[in-house]
């Protein structure tokens, strides 16, 4: 594929908590400790949009991790994610910083209501000139079921049953208002065309809702929809909805053929595999020298504990590993009954074992460490020939993780961002104000996700 006329998409990946995705970040000696002043995560977003970076976005729980031992105990002592904010709130903090900057923040299909949903991201995307993203999660685990009143968290695939429903009722919200609907005439008094707000009576299998949303339409039509399925129902889900896709890669050649199977899986939606961008998650230590970025990379490593690795793997498996054998293989119940089937999948593939144990788990997934997902580590140089490897045959852009805040951030804009750009690869200034035009995605028309509705339908 030719990338001369291709630029790529950067993503920062970030926690509404005191850690970055990887749990050790808030050990590091230059790591910032005010994670719970606006101050924090402005800095982070001034930094971004120096960067010209197409988006900040804000993965979630709703839960600590207290699978591991029934408790959170350690979590709470170790620091492991245990503090968990609201990510729009800060969005709105980080959206007042900046004026380009695309922000994302992720809400579950499990646990909230549709119109709550849709109401909630409409109005940030018009608070912020069409800079929204929604990051659509069906959530993970029993701890955030019992948060929310229930006894346990629904099965894999009836989630997802749940979350196109879920998707249809807030898509078809935000086609509430058409684009001409308001007319604002004092004059006359005429405040807006009722025959452009339409109501949407939805009666489904998992909700009813009637509508019209009362938010306009934003400058970018509707927020831009987020997804990261990666098992097989998972990615049906993302083919029909994402216009990103966060991709989890463990190497080059797994990635090569993840990016083609998600492409088809758009196609098969009825929908083009050029609008859709993949984006996998991308590590990095960059540093003066290759030697300076290894040792760099030692000292981000050494922040690691054990106790990261098991509670984390216990919150996305729904499964309390301090209640088995180390060594005991899972059953094909117990394995199915996980609950993040890529995970799974992903450490089935690389341990060679059908059926593996804690020990596979731990030691296959890297969960918790740095060994979890690729690590690109050198100069500047090094780490963009990597990138551009990658983007020419398996993503169309990044999402960026820093291992130590802010400063892992300020070292990829002062370092990687510039050989980026002098390769042509990346945008020099912003052209556009929306998060649509950062991404060269067209802004949606009303109504026009029923196509593929209708295409499944017939």
């Known amino acids: 594929m030719n990338t001369s006329k291709r630029q790529m998409a950067l993503v920062a990946f970030l926690q509404a908590q005191n850690c970055t995705n990887y749990v050790g970040s808030w050990r590091h000696p230059s790591s910032m400790s005010d994670f719970t002043t606006p101050e924090y995560f402005q800095r982070i977003a001034r930094t971004l949009e120096e960067g010209k970076f197409d988006m900040a976005f804000f993965d979630d729980r709703l839960a600590m991790p207290d699978i591991y031992g029934d408790s959170h105990r350690e979590t709470v002592a170790n620091g492991v994610r245990c503090v968990k904010m609201d990510p729009a709130t800060i969005l709105m903090a980080m959206a007042g910083a900046t004026s380009r900057l695309g922000l994302g923040a992720t809400y579950s299909t499990t646990y909230y209501e549709p119109f709550h949903v849709a109401r909630l991201f409409a109005t940030l995307d018009l608070m912020t000139k069409g800079r929204v993203a929604w990051n659509v999660v069906t959530s993970l685990n ?13 099965e894999h695939d009836l989630r997802y049953d749940r979350a196109d429903e879920f998707m249809e009722v807030v898509m078809g919200h935000w086609d509430s208002w058409e684009d001409d609907a308001m007319v604002l005439d004092k004059a006359s008094g005429r405040f807006a065309d009722p025959d452009k707000v339409h109501r949407l009576d939805h009666r489904g299998t998992f909700f009813r809702s009637k509508g019209p949303l009362p938010v306009p339409r934003s400058q970018q039509g509707h927020p831009v929809i987020l ?4 098992s097989g129902r998972g990615m049906r889900f993302a083919g029909r909805w994402a216009e990103l896709v966060f991709a989890a890669y463990p190497n080059f050649e797994a990635g090569r053929k993840q990016y083609a199977a998600l492409k088809n899986a758009v196609a098969e939606a009825g929908r083009d595999p ?14 003066e020298s290759e030697a300076q970025a290894q040792d760099r990379l030692a000292t981000i490593a050494a922040t690691a504990r054990p106790i990261d690795s098991l509670a984390l793997l216990c919150e996305v498996l729904n499964v309390d590993f301090a209640q088995r054998p180390y060594e005991l293989p899972f059953t094909d119940e117990e394995l199915a009954a996980t609950s993040w089937h890529g995970l799974r999948d992903r450490v089935i593939a690389a341990s060679g074992k059908e059926n593996p144990s804690v020990k596979d788990f731990v030691e296959f997934s890297g969960r918790g460490t740095v060994k979890e997902g ?9 780490i963009a020939d990597q990138m551009e490897a990658w983007f020419g045959a398996a993503c169309d852009g990044f999402v960026i993780q820093a291992l130590y805040t802010p400063g892992g951030y300020e070292d ?3 370092m990687v961002v510039p050989e980026l750009q002098r390769r042509g690869l990346f945008r020099k200034e912003y052209e556009g104000r929306t998060l649509r035009q950062h991404l060269g995605l067209e802004r949606p028309q009303p109504r026009a996700w029923r196509r593929t509705e209708l295409r499944e339908a017939a």
């Open 374 to 382: 690729p690590n690109f580590v050198g100069t500047p140089t090094q």
């Open 142 to 154: 029993d701890s955030e079921a019992a948060n929310f009143g229930r006894d346990e968290h629904l």
């Open 227 to 230: 997804q990261a399925g990666q």
């Open 412 to 414: 990829f804009v002062r």
């Open 274 to 287: 050029d609008e859709v961008k993949i984006a996998p998650a991308l590590k990095f230590v960059v540093g």
